[in-house]
């Protein structure tokens, strides 16, 4: 008997429908953001990790290109805002956000042509080459960028013209939250595409994804340019609601620790970076206030454990309560985690 063939298509739209989780999920962190009015610094920093690290996420964990220089495009978005708003070009936030997202695209087009020519350490060394050498060219031309004290009198307008930005980040932290909200919508529509599945496929194996007609090259330039134009708004927001830009956002650190939240979180599903870079942030929170000077070392062994241990291991066990009460309560199956049937 013929077996029948696999729809997928049908099985895009399945993997596409919203989980209850993830509605769970967002709501969560909208409270979070109403409930916690004393957090707010610290919970906009998180959701600007979050983008960041999701930008990341679309090329390693979908595309399988590996970069430890992503902080290129943060430091060009970073002082793209700045410098628009410092010389009066653009104060308007959203209209600067955007502008300075796309020249992070434009360099990152104009990059992927150096990183999709080379295997993994290639590209490793190639993305942090880049990062190195826009940093030097930053301090370079200080009267330009500030130099080590940064750009000085960023302002902006406020946000549509109604909301001002305040120094207790109310309105930074909103702000924040609606722009990733918004471009985690477009990532997910992106990822659930037929271009997201050819990104998948060129993922596990680029010569038999070009053997059978995705043209490898194009769809890497494609989604390196959008995770550049992401890491650039990452940035941008950055500059905005801190009214800083400084040569720290080119530094290395900050492509590590993008590394880390991601190896907490998981790559290959959209939600690994938004959850690793609450875990990170707040275990750095923790740690630095136990051990001010040994907080790294935790972070080390968290990241240990999690290798040990397993994340799908480590999923169950967080799942555990919610799975006990729903299995008590309403007789349905247990639940996965967020995101986990999309994970590598």
């Known amino acids: 008997m013929k077996k029948p063939a696999y729809n997928v298509g049908f099985h895009a739209r399945q993997q596409a429908r919203w989980r209850w989780s993830e509605i ?15 957090r707010y610094l610290i919970m906009t920093e998180i959701v600007r990790l979050a983008l960041f690290a999701l930008s990341l996420d679309l ?76 940093e030097a060219l930053a301090e370079r031309f200080s009267n330009i960028t500030g130099g080590t004290d940064g750009l000085q009198g960023i302002e902006m307008q406020p946000i549509l013209g109604l909301f001002a930005f305040d120094m207790f980040g109310k309105t930074g932290l909103f702000y924040s939250l609606a722009v990733l909200f918004v471009l985690f919508l477009l990532a997910r529509r992106i990822v659930y595409s037929p271009f997201g599945l050819s990104l998948r496929a060129i993922r596990n194996n680029p010569l038999r994804a070009s053997a059978i007609g ?31 830009a400084s040569l720290d956002v080119f530094a290395f650190e900050r492509s590590a620790d993008l590394m880390l939240v991601l190896v907490i979180g998981g790559t290959g599903y959209l939600y690994g970076g938004l959850i690793g870079a609450v875990v990170f942030r707040m275990l750095q929170e923790v740690f630095s206030s136990i051990t001010p000077q040994y907080w790294q070392f935790w972070i080390g062994l968290v990241l240990v454990v999690i290798v040990l241990v397993g994340r ?33």
């Open 312 to 344: 799908p291991r480590l999923h169950r066990w967080v799942l555990w309560g919610p799975n006990l009460l729903i299995a008590q309560f309403s007789g349905r199956k247990a639940v996965a985690a967020v995101g986990e049937s999309d994970a590598p």
């Open 214 to 244: 995705i043209p490898v090259n194009r769809r890497l330039i494609a989604i390196y340019t959008i995770a550049a134009f992401y890491a650039g708004v990452a940035g941008a927001l950055f500059t905005q609601t801190t009214a800083l």
């Open 59 to 134: 090329i390693l964990g979908y595309a399988g290109i590996v970069s430890l220089g992503h902080a290129a495009f943060f430091g060009v978005g970073a002082y793209g805002a700045g410098l628009l708003a410092v010389h009066g070009i653009l104060t308007e936030p959203i209209v600067a956000l955007v502008a300075a997202g796309l020249v992070a695209a434009v360099l990152g087009f104009l990059t992927s042509f150096l990183v999709i020519r080379g295997a993994d350490l290639t590209r490793l060394m190639v993305t942090l080459g880049i990062a190195l050498l826009l």
């Open 24 to 38: 769970a999920f967002w709501l969560l962190v909208f409270g979070c953001a109403l409930v916690f009015p004393s």
